[in-house]
């Protein structure tokens, strides 16, 4: 198993987005943990066609 740096958002009706940063795959869902499984889906889904994605991102914080 491979981890996958995905993003999630929360929209102002509730509901969930979730992309995966290296990878041109997104999400949108009623809640969080149905987010969760769907970008799941999505990156097994988009993996099977083949792309293994390298890792060209990098998370961190800045100070205002």
Known sequence: MTDYPVIYEKADDGSWSVRAVDLPVFSVADTRDEAVE???????LHLEGGETPSSLSEVGTVTV
């Open 38 to 44: 769907a970008i799941r889906e999505a990156i097994a």
